[in-house]
Each structure stands twice: as C-alpha cells, then as structure tokens.
C-alpha cells in the first residue's frame, strides 16, 4: 500500500464526484470561495453547467481524481461509488476520498474500509441542510472519521456549511445525521397530513398556518425532556400509553372522516398499543423508548 499523507494545509482546490442537486449546490459554494474546482458526473451535460460557472470539467473519472488531493464525493449511496471508484483503484493512493453521501452507518464504514485498502484517507460527512441550500443558516456538516484526515482538509471543505467533527468512528456522522432524519422524515409527513385535514374539512391552510408555527414552540422543550426520561428508560407509565392510544384513535377518525390518508397515525397507534401489551404482560409500564430499543419482544 501507497504511503498515505496528509493533504497540505492551504489546499485551494477540489474534486466534486457526483453533481446532483447537494453536488451542485457544494460546486457552486467552492467556487463563490475561490475554491477551484473539477468535475465529473456520469450525465456530462451537468458537468457542462458547471464548467460554465468555472469549474473544470474532467473528461473521466481518473481525470477528475489525479486533478486534487482531496475529492469529495456526492452520489445517492455507497453502492454508487464503489461502481464510479472501482474502475480507478490504482489512482487512489494519497487522495482524500470525503463522502458526502447518505447511507447507512454500517455501509459508511465498509466503504471507509473499502478506500483505505486502496491507499486513500477517507472522510465520511452527512449533510444537514434545507434541502439543497447549504447557505441557509440552519445547515451544517456532520463529518467523522481520523482526526488527522479532517484537519487537513478542514479549511478547504468550510465553504460547504458549518462543521460538526463527532469523532474517528467511520460510521457517526451517519448515526448522528440518519438520527436526525428519523424525526424528519415522520414530521414531514406529519404536517402535510394535517394540512391535508385542514383543506378537506372546508378550512384555510394559511388561517391555520399560524397555530401550526405557534404549536413548535415547546417542542424544544420536549424533545430536551425526552431525552433526559430516555436515558433512564423512557417516558410514559400505562396510563399516559392508553391517553396517547385514544389520542391517536381520534386523530384517526378526524382524518379519516376528512378522506384524508392516516397511515403515519395507525404506524404511531400501533407502537403505542404494542407499549401498552407489553407493559400489561409485564405487571408494570413499559415506555415506548423500550419498544423502539428492541427491548420487547
């Protein structure tokens, strides 16, 4: 194996493997930095937007690797960069792969593994951003992996968002970013279906629009409480299980009422009846936190 190095301190220049939205969106961030920039994308057409931004278009792959030290990835998944950096193996070795991509924890560390026995270094990073506007001011970058590997390409990777290094562990900022999305992705979800109640019960969504924003102003407060009841095993005895299984039936029955779809509800119904079992089973409560844990069979 290739001696592995550290990438130089005042690094101005970049690779970017993967020009989808998030990639487009991290090209266009470098270059408004200074940064300059390659690119590659298997549609070439993408890759010609950015060239006219600035960015050097690379005409393969390989290309686009031996342009930088540090070449940071964007793709769907893991499985996708296996398929674009297997063909280039051997012009890996010295390069910092920064993977940028979704997946999950245990595929983020597999591929870690997978770049480090090619020579690389390897930096895994989960995007916490609206969508694809790294600009906003509530994005940030969750990265993990060596320490060394993030300091040294820290600097050129800041123009992106803010940083959150979480640790050497290859695998946490996937923790900490599919973490994050599991309460996003039921939140939003969860919205549409009430504004969905809303207009099919004849309402305003704009007149309801305003309790909705007001309605979030504990749920910092909340999810705070929740976390301090998790690490002593969770909140809720068997009453408060059975008030949020008739919430959650009457929830139903609006929405359905309405024609409006309560999948997410029944999901939510169902947890909190298994809670519910598990604890008359057991002679005492149960909290839904166990459940989720996999405590309860």
Sequence with gaps: M???????????????????????????A???????????????????AMAELGAKKAATVAEAVDANEVIVVSLTHYAAMYDVLEPVTDHLPGKIIANLSSDSPQRTRAGASWVRSHGA???????????????????????????????ACAELLRPLSPQEYLGADDGLAQVYYQALLTVFHPWMLAVDQAFALIA??????????????????????????????????????????RMMDAGARHVIEASEDAGVDATLIHAAQALWRKAIDASVAAGHPVPIHRVLRGDVV
């Design 2 to 28: 290739s001696e592995i190095r550290s990438a130089s301190p005042h690094l101005r220049s970049v690779s970017v493997i993967g020009l989808g939205p998030m990639g487009r969106a991290m090209v266009k």
């Design 30 to 48: 470098f270059l408004t930095a200074g940064v300059e920039v390659t690119v590659w994308n298997r549609s070439p057409e993408k890759a010609a």
């Design 121 to 151: 270094q390897f930096l895994s990073g989960g995007c916490m951003t609206v969508s694809d506007d790294i600009e906003h001011p509530a994005s940030y970058i969750f990265y993990s992996g060596p320490r060394p590997t993030f300091d």
């Design 200 to 241: 099919n019960s004849g309402n305003e969504i704009d007149h309801f629009l305003p309790y909705a924003l007001r309605a979030q102003a504990p749920y910092a407060d909340f999810m705070t409480g929740f976390a301090a009841t998790a690490k002593t095993g969770g909140w809720g005895d068997l009453a408060n299980l």
